[in-house]
Structure formats: structure tokens, C-alpha cells
């Protein structure tokens, strides 16, 4: 019994080891070219595994994979979002919420060891439609992650809702992409406009924040021309 024992325990170990390895050969993939321009055999061989079968036996589909990545940096990026909650409390200041809102995944990516892949990753799923809606599910799942967008919205001025629509979709633009960027310039040696993560986390939450603070110039109907 307790070699048996042992024995499930080693192999409960192989199999967390390939998971892992699987995980962080897709995310640099998927990051570099695409989410479907990338095979499961062509993940397999990055990840070191013989078999090409490997990626299904162990996650699925490829959404499940795309899944079980987002969820790989969720943990880390729940505690920085709650820590930075419990920092803010029931501030009224639109700033803080911002900060809660951007900083999150962008300290995460300043911690981690090495050369990162998790930004570019998103921007690829968010802009793939069969795979964004993945990202959305994942993102109202997170506790944290609802209490400041509704803390958020209790700060901000009244706005139309068209309006609300449309500086929303661009600030999600800002929080996709900006990271993405950032990234992309740093896995290719380019200079980046800011030193750190902690400095690019300030700037993207100044333009944020000026997203959703501009005035709002009454739009002009247009005039009924002849057909």
C-alpha cells in the first residue's frame, strides 16, 4: 500500500511538471503567433514531449488550454487586486479605483522572473472572436475584480450611456494592448517609454483616467442632404 501510495504521488508529480510545461510553451506561442496559428503537436515539441497527443490528454480543446492559461496568473493577480482594495477602502476618488483597476496584471508581470509572455497572450485571445469571451468569464469570476469596477462607476460623473459605452471600449483598448506593447518592446530589446512595470502601471492609469474625465462635446446632427 504505501508503494502504491508512493508511486501516485510521483506520478501526480510528472503529470503537474508536464502540465506546467505545457502551459508555459502555449503561452509563448500563442503569444508570438496566434492562438490558431499554433498546432498541439507544435506545442507538445516546445514543451518537450514525445507524444503530440500530449496537449489534448492533458487540457482538451484548445479553449480549454487558452482557459487554463488565463487561470495559470489568476491567483497572483487576485491577491495584488485585493491587496491594493484593502489599501483604497471606500475612497471616492476615481484615481484609486483606476489604480486598482490597471495595476494588478502589470505588477504581476513585474514580478515575474525572466522574459514575460502573459500580456501578449491576452491581446491575442481578446482580439480572437471565438476565444475573447473566455476572458470575460474568467474576468467576472474575480471577486476583487467586480467590487472596483462597481466602486469605479459610484466615482465617475453621470455620463450618457453612449458615451459611458464608448470610453469604456477605449479604455479597454488601453488595458489590452498598452501592456501588450510594452511586452512585445521589451522581448525585442527596443527602448520603452517608461522603466518599469510599476512606472508603465502610472502612465496607463493617467490615460485611463483621462479617458473617463474628458469633457463631453454635445455631438452635432448631421444635416439631411438631397439624394
Not at 510521483?10 to 492562438?35: D, K, M, N, P, S
Request: charged letters at 25%; aromatic letters at 4%; hydrophobic letters at 45%.
Amino acid at each position: 500500500m504505501v508503494m502504491m501510495a508512493a508511486g501516485r504521488a510521483v506520478r501526480a508529480e510528472q503529470v503537474g511538471v508536464t502540465r506546467e510545461l505545457i502551459l508555459t510553451a502555449a503561452e509563448r506561442l500563442f503569444a508570438e503567433r496566434g492562438v490558431y496559428a499554433v498546432s498541439n503537436r507544435q506545442v507538445s515539441e516546445a514543451a518537450g514531449q514525445g507524444n503530440n497527443a500530449a496537449v489534448g490528454y492533458h487540457f482538451g480543446t484548445k479553449a480549454d488550454l487558452v482557459r487554463a492559461i488565463v487561470r495559470k496568473h489568476a491567483e497572483q493577480i487576485e491577491e495584488i487586486r485585493a491587496r491594493l482594495l484593502a489599501g483604497i477602502g471606500d475612497s471616492t476618488d476615481v484615481r484609486d479605483w483606476v489604480d486598482c483597476l490597471v495595476r494588478p496584471v502589470l505588477e504581476h508581470l513585474g514580478a515575474m522572473e525572466g522574459p514575460t509572455w502573459f500580456a501578449r497572450f491576452c491581446a491575442q485571445v481578446m482580439t480572437d472572436p471565438a476565444l475573447h469571451q473566455i476572458m470575460v468569464e474568467e474576468s467576472l469570476a474575480s471577486p476583487s475584480l467586480r467590487r472596483i469596477v462597481d466602486g469605479f462607476n459610484r466615482c465617475l460623473p453621470e455620463l450618457p450611456a453612449d458615451v459611458r459605452a464608448e470610453r469604456g471600449a477605449m479604455a479597454r483598448h488601453l488595458l489590452v494592448h498598452m501592456p501588450a506593447e510594452r511586452e512585445r518592446a521589451l522581448a525585442e530589446n527596443r527602448p520603452t517609454p517608461r522603466a518599469s512595470w510599476h512606472d508603465a502601471a502610472t502612465g496607463l492609469g493617467d490615460a485611463v483616467l483621462g479617458i473617463w474625465l474628458a469633457p463631453v462635446t454635445p455631438c452635432r446632427a448631421e444635416p439631411v442632404r438631397d439624394r
